[in-house]
């Protein structure tokens, strides 16, 4: 712990980092200064704190690394004792921090092979620093040829006589290709020099851009051009380059198609596409890129295409025909930017219609209420008829191929709501409605009383998608065969609440447990005597931890049911009984089985490839947000819990803050300031436990 003395001092500098710090230093006494420990504790709040120690202390290599692991900008490197200048660990912390070299350089022999690595170090991380270095190592050629191998940037101070070194600037292109930048016009125009500056150039995260820009003579070179292209692999990619090569090559479209050969990642400079995207020839090969390398990630490139070429009915087609298997909301933003007389035009939506149906929905109104066109819309799929004008959506000749081609129910009225067209309908439903139940294209609420009383017809409804339970006759209702049809295709809706009539069968066990497995959540209308059956409760609570909330208060006292119910969903421990929120046992059980981390710290992908690792996942905030009072003040309890998460300690009683004990434990699981505010207002100032938060 720390000495009392040292106490008042060490509080104040955490409240004085950012002021003057000579003039605090000033002010504690030498015999507080001349002691190591203080100088410690204060080096953990700031590595400054290392200048105003006694020559002794600063002697202290221990003392000195600490102190450099603390100051990140380099304000110690004055500071450092003639004893520790050449010691090896010493070099590589102050080499890592910011800040100037030049003293430690001036004392450093340089024209030994051990301190030259350091300087080389050095300059890999801040290029700069090759300013601290004396002139006589600046200009001896072999030292400069490791320079620019460390880092290519150190061609930016080469002299003159350098700048014009082809073996010099060879290999400062290797690890930085804007090292050309620097090089003599005779030096830049050297072929294999130039090719290795622009593939080194390519491959950085910010790629060619930059080399393209400033050397002029490179930007006629097809052969440098498609260097850069080719290696464009960094975040900026290719992008960028093309924005300076001669206009020649912009017309050029076969030359295009080869750089977009070269680089597929290409696609995403738009300079480079809006130079060829008006070329049909150029568009073609450009959708068919997009399908071959983007695995169906989409971009608006198609959008563009369409933008450029608003009037020209092929090209839109052809762009058509590559997004129809897209969204609807990509239709719409696509077919925003089409001309309107384009919109307006009976064979161009004729065309398009046959490639998508559902783009009927973008037609103006005479193409909405074009017959010919709304058939050829359907023909490719009947949805399209909810798009046709209401007076063709009456049209029989249209609803029988719309509903032969998935349109479903929703288009019958009454009238054709008979046995064959409902059947014909519900056959022929996409995959999308059959695995997620609609009810507006799977519904029979149209039929005739007669149909709703047809068993056979019935049982294939339902069977279709068991929401139809609801519009069965109460005749039928009793027919056990058919409601457990109903049950099994329902797909996770809850046929009690859809139909009050099915309520003769919520104390029918295997049914309700058929239901639960089908992924419904039925607890809320089944008996009182299902509500207090163990195995479909705990069922239940396993698919979905809220309905622990209609379990019966028995079971809500119930150990397993309450583990399987928060291993689900931690929050609905909420309905837990009172009596398992205040069981120490059963929140110590749990806090020592879960393997959840409450701040994001376990990633999905390790929980998914190791499951039985972190099969248990409560979310311990939740757990003591629902705790009684009687847990929050157990100190033996919450001692366990903020070694497992720091971040519960506040939910500790006050008394608990207060306690220094338990407060260390959580900052020893998670040492930052956020931590420690949790605490009561005393401890926050208490400075063991503010020296603890440091480490963040």
């Known amino acids: 712990m720390v000495n009392k003395e040292y106490k008042k001092y060490l509080i104040a500098l955490q409240k004085k980092l950012h002021s003057d710090l000579d003039i605090f230093f000033e002010s504690i006494p030498n015999e507080i200064l001349n002691q190591k420990e203080f100088i410690e504790y204060a080096i953990q709040l700031t590595g400054k704190a290392y200048k105003y120690a006694s020559i002794e202390i600063k002697d202290n290599k221990e003392t000195l690394l600490k102190a450099l692991k603390n100051d990140e900008w380099g304000t110690l490197n004055e500071c450092i004792p003639d004893t520790l200048i050449n010691d090896q660990d010493v070099l590589k ?9 030049k003293y430690l350089f001036e004392k450093l022999d340089l024209s030994q092979e051990s301190s030259q690595f350091h300087v080389l170090e050095s300059l890999k991380k801040d290029v700069n620093r090759f300013n601290d270095i004396p002139d006589v190592l600046k200009n001896d ?3 400069f040829i490791r320079a620019v191998q460390s880092n290519g940037e150190a061609m930016h101070y080469a002299n003159d006589s350098f700048k014009d070194d082809e073996e010099i600037v060879s290999e400062a292109v290797k690890t930085d290709g804007n ?6 016009v005779r030096v830049q125009k050297n072929k294999s020099i130039a090719m290795a500056a622009v593939k080194s150039a390519a491959t950085d995260k910010n790629g060619a851009y930059q080399i393209f820009n400033n050397i002029q003579y490179l930007r006629s070179d097809k052969d ?12 900026q990619g290719a992008k960028g380059v093309f924005e300076f090569i001669i206009d020649e090559y912009k017309d050029n479209i076969d030359f295009g198609i080869e750089l977009l050969n070269l680089n597929p990642n290409l696609i995403k400079d738009d300079k480079f596409i809006n130079a060829y995207i008006t070329h049909t020839t150029f568009i073609t090969f450009l959708l068919n890129n997009l399908i071959n390398n983007y695995d169906g990630t989409f971009s608006t490139i198609p959008q563009t295409i369409v933008s450029k070429n608003s009037s020209n009915i092929d090209v839109i087609l052809l762009t ?6 897209q969204n609807r909301n990509y239709f719409q933003k696509t077919f925003q930017v089409i001309d309107q007389k384009i919109k307006n035009d009976l064979e161009f939506f004729k065309r398009a219609a046959a490639i998508n149906g559902l783009f009927l929905e973008y037609g103006g109104v005479n193409v909405k209420n074009d017959y010919e066109i709304a058939l050829e819309a359907v023909k490719e799929n009947g949805i399209a008829i909810y798009f046709a004008s209401e007076e063709l959506q009456k049209n029989e000749t249209l609803i ?3 509903i032969n081609n998935g349109a479903g129910t929703k288009i019958l009225s009454k009238e054709l709501s008979t046995k064959d067209n409902l059947t014909v309908a519900l056959l022929n439903l996409p995959d999308p409605f059959q695995k997620n139940s609609n009810q507006r294209y799977c519904s029979i609420s149209n039929a005739s009383p007669t149909l709703k009383d047809d068993k056979e017809f019935c049982l294939f409804a339902v069977k279709s998608d068991g929401s139809n339970v609801q519009y069965i006759s109460d005749r039928l209702l009793e027919d056990s065969e058919l409601i457990e049809e109903a049950f099994a295709n329902s797909r996770g809706s809850n046929l009690f609440f859809l139909d009050h009539r099915l309520s003769v069968f919520n104390d029918k066990k295997e049914l309700v447990l058929k239901i639960i497995k089908n992924g419904a959540a039925p607890l809320d209308y089944v008996s009182n005597n299902l509500k207090d059956d163990i195995d479909v409760v705990i069922n239940a609570v396993t698919n979905n931890g809220s309905q622990l909330k209609f379990a019966s208060d028995r079971l809500k006292d119930n150990q397993q049911i309450i583990l399987k119910a928060i291993e689900n969903d931690s929050k609905y421990f909420e309905y837990a009984s009172n009596n398992i929120k205040s069981n120490v046992e059963f929140i110590s059980n749990v806090i020592i089985n879960t393997k959840y981390h409450i701040r994001g710290r376990t990633s999905p992908i390790l929980i998914r490839e190791n499951p039985d690792d972190y099969r248990f996942m409560p979310n311990l905030e939740y757990i003591f947000k629902y705790c009684s009072e009687q847990i929050l003040s ?9 070694k497992q998460e720091g971040s519960l300690l506040a939910f500790a009683s006050e008394v608990l803050k207060s306690d220094k004990e338990i407060v260390l434990a959580a900052l020893q699981n998670r040492p930052t300031k956020e931590i420690l505010m949790l605490a009561s207002k005393k401890l926050q100032e208490d400075l063991d436990l503010l020296i603890l938060t440091l480490a963040e």
């Open 179 to 184: 090292a050309l930048f620097y090089a003599t």
């Open 634 to 642: 157990n100190k033996e309890l919450m001692i366990q819990a903020v």
């Open 320 to 325: 058509l025909e590559f997004i129809k298997n």
């Open 400 to 402: 029988y191929a719309a």
């Open 93 to 101: 912390l102050v080499i890592q921090n910011l800040g100037s070299l």
């Open 141 to 143: 050629r072999s030292f």
């Open 224 to 235: 440098l051009i498609k260097e850069a292209i080719k290696n464009g692999t960094g975040p």
